[in-house]
């Protein structure tokens, strides 16, 4: 993995992982730490990617409401408010 802050080749794969299950890795040229999602969109989301896609999916090919995906997800066991998904899209 090519580091995203300078862009060297030159990482190591650390034995940690995130809160998510993602690998980290340490860059040798500017020793800072970054993870799979560094520099991407998904960066920030604290929910799996997978879990956005299938939101995006229930909003715009379903047409559901707010409420309606956060009480979807529900039943599924995730627990999340009308903003939350508010705030993902």
Known sequence: MN??????????????????????FRCKACYRTCNE???????????????????LLCRFRYKLSFRDIAEFFLLRGLEFTHETVREVL
């Open 3 to 24: 580091c995203p802050h300078c862009s060297s080749t030159h990482t190591t794969r650390l034995q940690r992982t995130t809160d998510l299950g993602y690998a980290m």
């Open 37 to 55: 999602r560094t520099g991407t969109p998904f960066n920030f989301i604290e929910v799996p990617p997978d879990i956005v896609f299938q939101v």
